[in-house]
């Protein structure tokens, strides 16, 4: 059974990064598509990136492509997620969150499940 | 990418009483999307995927239905432990998109 385990909170200053982990227990890292979902309070939760189910690639969305780097260490089943350049808006809660991969209209996607418990990361001055 | 809008924002019921949450896409996406429930403190859980199949462990009186554009999730009678947030999530391309979620509070 997979597991996810986090680092813990966080908090930074507008213009610093962030780099928090995930240990993945249970299954091997690259037979895995771990992504990293964040959690604003009073909105819906927003896909940030991860690894592509297709090729194990990293896949961005678009609004965090060029601030957000997505890492994994397979010798210790950890993924990385470092996110630069924080605002006051990056203020939430991260999860990663492994992907159940099947197969889409046009390609992999799924959803996500099971979840790591979530590091909180603020953003103040 | 594809906008998916939730309804009612909240929902106040009763133990006992029927919930119905919507989920509207922004374009069909056939029948991939899940629900999901938020408690404070919590991750989410996942209850649904791909429409209407129960995730393990989530009981039967969480229902999903819809095809296209068009969803819901019923809770067919609210235990206590059932008062959350809940957030639809489609599958049908990437991005992967949430819904903004639909409070069930109790009345």
């Known amino acids: 059974q997979v597991h996810l385990v986090q680092s813990g909170a966080e908090v930074r200053r507008p213009g610093a990064s962030v780099k928090v982990s995930c240990k993945v227990s249970g299954y091997s890292l690259t037979e895995m598509s771990v992504q990293w979902v964040r959690h604003a309070a009073g909105k819906g939760p927003e896909w940030m990136g991860g690894f592509d189910p297709d090729d194990h690639e990293t896949l961005y969305a678009q609004r965090f492509q060029g601030r957000l780097t997505v890492t994994e260490d397979t010798s210790t089943g950890t993924v990385y997620m470092e996110l630069r350049s924080l605002t006051f808006d990056d203020t939430a809660m991260y999860y990663c969150?492994?992907?159940?991969?099947?197969?889409?209209?046009?390609?992999?996607?799924?959803?996500?499940?099971?979840w790591g418990q979530g590091t909180q990361v603020t953003v103040s001055s | 990418e594809i906008v998916l809008t939730q309804s009612p924002a909240t929902l106040s019921l009763f133990p006992g009483e029927r919930a119905t949450l919507s989920c509207r896409a922004s374009?069909?996406?056939?029948?991939?999307l899940a629900w999901y429930q938020k408690k404070p403190g919590q991750a989410p859980r996942l209850l649904i995927h791909?429409?209407?199949n129960r995730a393990t462990g989530i009981p039967a009186r969480f229902s999903g239905g819809g095809f296209g554009t068009d969803f819901t999730l019923t809770i067919s009678s609210l235990e206590s432990e059932d008062f959350a947030i809940y957030y639809c999530q489609q599958r049908y391309k990437w991005p992967l998109t949430f819904g903004g979620g639909t409070t069930v509070e109790i009345k």
């Open positions: 791909d429409t209407f």
């Open positions: 374009q069909s996406v056939t029948r991939y």
């Open positions: 969150a492994s992907l159940e991969v099947v197969p889409a209209a046009v390609g992999l996607t799924g959803w996500f499940d099971p």
